[in-house]
């Protein structure tokens, strides 16, 4: 019998209607549109406004436009997982929140916490339920609603979060064709660089947490861009050599959205183009576990079956990676 891998069969994303500008932060903060744009490249986010709206809310039009694509019902899932480091509560998971609110009846689900790297954690994951053949319907969502967890008076992250989520649905395939391989790493030190130090059972949630803004997006931005940058390259660049992967080989990158130089300094490193480069960081800046698969739903019209994707993050743990997947169908027709 030939091997099973965990084909991408459909994918699909969603970002709330409210565009917060550089324009509008530079009244938050003191800032300028020009210095977020040279130092970032990012020229405006998505926030999701509303009383009570989690990430679940984020997740829901992703998983029901998969379904749809896909001519499935909920029903059909046999496995959500949510990679998130916002979810609607801190337990239960988002992902059941999300099977309750779709009607994925059939369906079990957990949340997996990896940051910025948290798709990529999660489609290996889903990728193995489906490679056991024992699960035929594996839906990876990563999703966050950063601005829940971001202060909007510290300059120096305000201006780099938004909120949005994409995700796909793995089916089993015997062509070769989906998740090839992948290369995922943590270093728990960098704990110390990006954090949300409160709210956790370290130091739950008080009046004093409060005051102190501990519940919010602490980063020292110069040490994680500085790791992102060699980590994210050097992850991309081995998946790649351990496949014999040469740049012309490969159709794309789909690069975490962090921050502009980091991606073309991954992509620089990989000996890849610009064009050959997923960026949409100017238009949603960084939504943590939703960037790669928000740029595989935008990228999908130009996506050919067969075409070779290289995957890369990093982030928040530290954690970080890089997937090589086999495209499996013509994104035109989908
Ligand atoms: O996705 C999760 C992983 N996260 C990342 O990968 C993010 C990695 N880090 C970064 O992307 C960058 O470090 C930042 C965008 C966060 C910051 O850019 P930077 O070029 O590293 O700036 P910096 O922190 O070295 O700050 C340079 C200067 C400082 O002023 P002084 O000390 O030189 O006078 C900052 O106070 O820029 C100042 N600054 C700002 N100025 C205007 C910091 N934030 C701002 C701001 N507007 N928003």
């Known amino acids: ?42 020229k405006e986010r998505r926030i999701l406004k509303g009383e009570g709206k989690g990430t679940s809310e984020l997740c829901v039009p992703v998983a029901l436009e998969i379904c749809k694509k896909r001519g499935i019902t909920p029903e059909d899932i046999d496995l959500l997982i949510v990679a998130t480091v916002t979810p609607d509560m801190v337990f239960p998971a988002t992902a059941n929140v999300v099977t309750d609110k779709i009607g994925a009846k059939n369906a079990f689900g957990f949340d997996i916490s990896a940051a910025c790297s948290g798709f ?20 990876v969502i990563g999703a966050d609603k950063m601005s829940s967890i971001i202060d909007y008076t510290d300059r120096t992250t305000c201006i780099i979060f938004g909120d949005g989520a994409g995700g796909v649905l793995l089916e089993p395939n015997t062509e070769g064709f989906g998740l090839v391989d992948s290369v995922l790493k943590s270093d728990g030190h960098g704990r110390e ?32 861009f500085k790791y992102a940058v060699a980590n994210m390259a050097d992850a991309a660049r ?46 949603f800046g960084n939504t943590t576990a939703g960037t790669i698969p928000l740029c595989l739903w935008e990228w999908e019209p130009q996506l050919k079956k067969g075409d070779n994707l290289i995957l890369a993050a ?10 090589y997947v086999k495209w499996a169908y013509d994104g035109k027709k989908a």
């Open 120 to 139: 990529l954690y999660a489609l290996d994951t889903g990728a193995k339920f489906i490679e056991s053949g024992k699960y035929k319907k594996v839906m």
């Open 193 to 224: 660089f990006l954090n949300m130090k409160a709210g956790g059972s370290n130091y739950p949630a008080s009046a004093e947490t409060v005051a102190n803004r501990q519940h919010y997006v602490f980063q020292e931005g110069k040490t994680v």
């Open 314 to 323: 990093f982030g928040g743990g530290f954690t970080w990676g890089a997937s």
């Open 1 to 42: 019998m030939s091997k099973i891998t965990a084909a991408i069969t459909a994918v699909g994303g969603y970002v709330p209607d409210y565009v917060l500008t550089n324009q509008e932060l530079e009244k938050l903060v003191e800032t300028t549109d020009e210095w977020i744009m040279t130092r970032t490249g990012i």
């Open 238 to 283: 081995t998946v790649m050599d351990r496949n014999q992967l040469t740049a012309a080989d490969v159709a794309w990158l789909v690069p975490h959205q962090a921050n502009l130089r980091i991606i073309s300094a991954t992509a620089d490193h990989m000996g890849l183009p610009k064009e050959k480069t997923m960026i949409n960081i100017h238009r």
